[in-house]
């Protein structure tokens, strides 16, 4: 069998002979199947990409080699607020700046160099090119790639067996793409065929492309889903089902539809479909098949491509449907209304019973325990467990039978009913939190986790029977690397290779070796934590924070083949060498939270009596207008629609990250002076040192541009290749660099990557601000949470941590304030990015996973880690605000319940940081928060005792802090300015402003600016 890329390189030699595999003449590029996703432009064009916009839900990139058009582009875009949707920079290589199988559609506007199979490495399977030639366009579809699996079903397939098909799914090593945790949440399901993703969420159907996770389309609808059932945690997807070309769903009058799966276009209407419940597609061949529903009392088949009733049968509340070629299966009858209960086999296209089974004798029938059937091998397994409701209580019927059956898994011969197996139990640390007991037909094999002896001990295993003979069994551990044996709030997912479960852990099938990477774990509340198509694993959100982890909806993938040799290649510009007056740190502001500690404190004084003296209305995409950039506000690296402010050199600097621009204004007045654009977002405020303007981009390069008139010196990749991603709704490198750099030194250092166990893991740079010359380069690819020595500390009196912290020490370290990366930060003589520190000279690192707190080398003070939540921005993982001047700690408390919202903490140079038992507990030293009483360092802080505190007698969320000599400007969420004395805790005045996005404030030469949620940056002074 020919690999993927010898198939590649035929394809690529049949395109560069001018013999595509679909050739046609079309009026225009997005006149094909695809309509929507990620489309690249090669080869500038303005009209044709403003066309493609209002053509389809495309999100569009441009990629030309001639600055001059790129900049004429940019700036037509920018102007009519469509940057963004389309966005554009210089290209001029030989392969293309994109990850494997992401581009949707792929437009080649007139000649290029770029080679054939380098077009088809980018575009996903079943996407399209579409290259012109002179005045037509000839389209490819890039076939679909073999082993590539689909899940169609709620439980995959019609026949109920949650095993997946797909053969590439492997241990991923990188991430394909992410959207927001709003648009899809954890408690909602998806299917995926077609190279699409469909969902339902508040009362719609949502479309989108599989492999980049743009949007496509999303249309009413109404399965039939009660506020029981979303409360409960479980929305799933048993009235929906999808193939290649349609997707098939009950719109809000009712009726049951089969919808065009490119466009939502209404292909068939089912009159006779009832209103189902359940819905099972079975295909036969390339035709569009069968469809087989129940609703609460009946069964039917419908001849999917024509409507027609082949044919409908009576039954009470029929459940637990599954279906092939060879029968529909079922069980009938309500056992809470004390109705007989049975099972069903009919044929699919006559509804004739081919065996029927009512021979139950306990007084709670079996069957009325399942929790769902799988079919396998000529095999029914039905999974038992206890259900939620009972007559008269489920308690008072096991005490009145005892030996009752309470759950596990029975099989039975789908030919005649028979009872092949009754003995089966299941629930092993998959059925942590009551998830059903789940039976899998794989490589000829029954699996089930289950509680099973071993070594005298009983522990969670996987269990196989072969089909053969299901009296026999194999027995081989869970992989629990990273958990301790800790289950999780979903099943284990199958695929023909795997086990997979937990934090990302695979188990081998076959060898039953473990092996693992934990760039995060499934969703809770889901029936399935991770969901295998398409050569990728789909995972949703998740409220919990187990670790570190990626979060949002995502899709994973393998590792590739091969990588490039990594590099980072220098960009000289105009301005390169340029050298400006120097910051003044005691009344400017020139980085995020001022200074390279990020102490949010600056010694010259603002007036108390405040007054608008601008205000500056920044250019931002349409978001009102546009419901796809309005998908870019759920960015969870971006604090709001522009960057809070930093200020110095007489200006004014903030970002716009969805149009990817820096503007600076003018300080005194906020008349603008000039803008730069990137080639991706800019996700914090710029660094001022030295007359140079620095920058990273979630694109993979930093910038430097002069400050003065905003011209380039340099720009340095610093991401190992340039192959982008797809990240909330735009194009972004798999290794993105943050937007706010520290200068420490005279040396700037950042950090790069999305997570250390993704792609290249997390870089961190020392870097010459005036050359962009590299100084050192170093790296991390773990956060320690996967080890399992060095957590269970007993405590100061010698006792055992509790049980939570033994087995799941992230329960007891502030794994809010933990994250997988994290803003640059000057940590003592380090600088660190998350908790690990690197020596400012050497870069050599050390990780402190233990301690939450970093130390402000002039003071001796001790910060909390994330002060400025960067990361996933969710307003209950959010860290409060704190900023330090001098010896004190002003911070604040999240408002739930009584207690300081508002609080000054003293330092003592050379005193212990005293854990609140009393131990002797240095901040300097790595501290096991499960010694403590409490996990949060604000008690650690509430253990030196205040100078002064106020009480929490409003519900105030801080969402900008700043101190300014000796007052302190805490900004709530509502807008809501308050001015408070740092000796005393004195209020000293109140005003009302416009809500603010998220440390949105700054101050300089006693003035205060603040840059607001809509888009505004104020300056407030006398």
Not at 17 to 40: E, R, T
Not at 158 to 177: E, F, H
Not at 760 to 777: K, M, R, T
Not at 1001 to 1021: E, F, P
Request: with cysteine; glycine share 10%.
């Amino acid at each position: 069998m020919p690999t993927w890329s010898q198939r590649l390189a035929v394809l690529g030699m049949v395109l560069f002979l001018g013999v595509p595999l679909l050739a046609a003449v079309q009026s225009g590029p997005a006149d094909g199947k695809i309509q929507g996703g990620l489309c690249v432009l090669v080869g500038a064009d303005a009209e044709l990409s403003e066309s493609l916009v209002q053509a389809g839900s495309f999100v569009v990139h441009v990629l030309d080699p001639e600055a001059t058009t790129v900049d004429a582009l940019v700036q037509r875009l920018t102007g009519k607020r469509l940057y963004g949707r389309v966005s554009a920079e210089v290209w001029n290589a030989a392969t293309l700046p994109f990850a494997d199988n992401l581009v949707s559609l792929l437009v080649v506007n007139g000649p290029t160099t770029i080679p054939d199979t380098e077009l088809l490495r980018v575009v996903r399977p079943l996407g399209e090119i579409a290259a012109r030639s002179g005045t037509t366009w000839k389209r490819t579809t890039k076939p679909w790639i073999e082993g590539m699996g689909e899940w169609t079903h709620w439980r995959h397939g019609a026949d109920g067996n949650m095993v997946s098909k797909d053969r590439l799914v492997d241990v991923p090593a990188r991430v394909q793409w992410t959207f927001g945790r709003d648009v899809v949440s954890e408690r909602t399901f998806a299917l995926y065929a077609g190279g699409r993703i469909f969902a339902y969420e508040r009362d719609e159907v949502l479309a989108r492309d599989a492999f980049n996770g743009m949007p496509l389309w999303r249309k009413r609808a109404d399965l039939g889903i009660g506020k029981e059932e979303k409360e409960a945690g479980y929305v799933n997807l048993d009235r929906m089902v999808a193939d290649g070309d349609r997707v098939y769903f009950a719109t809000p009058d009712g009726v049951f539809k089969a919808h065009n799966a490119t466009n939502e276009k209404l292909d068939q209407t089912y009159e006779q479909a009832g209103t189902p419940l359940l819905v099972r597609l079975v295909k036969d061949g390339d035709g569009p098949g069968t469809l087989v529903l129940a609703d609460m009392t009946s069964v039917r088949a419908l001849d999917a491509g024509s409507g027609k009733l082949l044919w409908k049968q009576t039954a009470s509340l029929p459940m637990h449907l599954v279906a092939d070629a060879s029968g529909v299966y079922y069980i009938t009858g309500d056992f809470v209304k004390q109705e007989a209960v049975e099972i069903f086999a009919r044929d699919l296209k006559t509804g004739k019973v081919l065996w029927q089974r009512s021979d139950f004798t306990d007084p709670c029938p079996w069957p009325a325990l399942a929790v769902g059937i799988s079919k396998g091998y000529d095999m029914l397994a039905f999974e038992l467990q206890v259900p939620r409701r009972w007559p008269g209580g489920y308690k008072e019927y096991y005490k009145k039978n005892p030996k009752a059956r309470k759950g596990g898994i029975i099989v039975l011969s789908a030919k005649n009913g028979s009872t092949v197996n009754d003995k089966l139990e299941s629930g092993g640390a998959a059925a942590r939190h009551g998830e059903w007991n789940v039976a899998y037909w794989v490589n000829h094999n029954l699996l089930r986790n289950a509680n099973v002896m071993k070594d005298k001990d009983q522990r969670s295993g996987i269990v196989m029977n072969p089909v053969s003979d299901l009296t026999k069994e194999t027995i081989f551990d869970d992989n629990a690397v990273g958990d301790r044996g800790f289950g999780h709030c979903y099943p284990p997912t199958i695929t023909e290779r795997f086990y997979i479960y937990g934090q990302l852990n695979f188990t081998d099938l076959k060898t039953q070796q473990h092996s693992a990477n934990q760039i995060t774990r499934g969703g809770c509340g889901m029936r399935v934590g991770y969901l295998p198509a398409n050569g990728l694993l789909y995972v949703h959100p998740k409220h919990c924070v187990c670790f570190p982890m990626l979060d949002g909806n995502s899709a994973l993938a393998m590792a590739y083949p091969s990588s490039p040799t990594p590099t980072h290649p220098l960009v000289k510009g105009s301005a390169f060498g340029a050298t400006g007056a120097p910051a003044d740190p005691a009344r400017e502001w020139p980085m995020y939270r001022h200074d390279a500690s990020r102490t949010g404190a600056v010694a010259r004084e603002v007036p108390t009596q405040l007054k608008v003296l601008w205000t500056r209305e920044i250019p931002t995409p349409d978001y009102a207008k546009d419901e796809i950039a309005a998908e870019w506000l759920q960015h969870q690296y971006l604090s709001g629609i522009i960057t809070p402010p930093t200020v110095a050199g007489g200006l004014v600097f903030v970002a716009q990250p969805d149009s990817h621009q820096i503007l600076a204004l003018d300080a005194v007045s906020g008349q603008p002076k000039w803008s730069f654009t990137a080639n991706g977002r800019i996700d914090g405020p710029p660094t001022y040192h030295n007359g140079l303007c620095l920058f990273g981009s979630r694109s993979g390069w930093l910038f430097a541009v002069r400050a003065s008139d905003g011209q380039l010196s340099w720009r340095l990749r610093l991401a190992p290749d340039d192959r982008r991603i797809s990240q909330f709704g735009q194009v972004e490198s798999a290794t993105p660099v943050p937007g706010s750099p520290v200068i420490i030194n005279g040396k700037l250092y950042i950090g790069a990557g999305l997570h250390p166990q993704a792609d290249s893991g997390v870089l961190v740079f020392c870097i010459e601000p005036a050359s962009g010359a590299i100084v050192w380069q170093k790296g991390y690819t773990s956060l320690g949470y996967e080890e399992r020595e060095g957590w269970t500390t007993p405590r100061s009196d010698g006792s055992a941590p509790p049980l939570a912290a033994s087995d799941n020490p992230w329960r007891t370290t502030a794994i809010r304030e933990y994250e997988a990366f994290d803003l640059p930060v000057r940590d003592g003589n380090s600088v660190a990015v998350s908790r690990w520190q690197f020596d400012l000279v050497t870069g050599a690192p050390k990780l402190r996973k233990l301690s939450a707190f970093y130390e402000v080398p002039e003071t001796n003070v001790w910060m909390r880690r994330r002060t400025w939540s960067y990361g996933p921005r969710r307003e209950d993982h959010r860290t409060p605000l704190a900023v330090t001047s001098g010896s004190a700690v002003f911070t604040t408390l999240l408002p739930r319940g009584p207690g300081a919202r508002l609080m000054r903490v003293d330092f003592t140079k050379g005193k212990t940081f005293a854990d609140t038992e009393g131990a002797v507990a240095d901040a300097d030293k790595d501290i096991d928060m499960a010694k403590l009483p409490s996990t949060s360092p604000v008690t650690r802080y509430l253990g030196l005792g205040p100078k002064w505190k106020v009480d929490n007698d409003k519900k105030v969320v801080a969402h900008g802090l700043v101190c300014a000599g000796k007052q302190l400007f805490l900004l709530s969420q509502a807008g809501v300015l308050e001015i408070w004395s740092t000796d005393d805790g004195t209020k000293l005045g109140e005003q009302r402003l416009e809500k603010p996005v998220f440390d949105g404030l700054a101050a300089a030469d006693g003035r205060l600016y603040l840059s607001t949620a809509s888009g505004k940056v104020i300056c407030l002074g006398r």
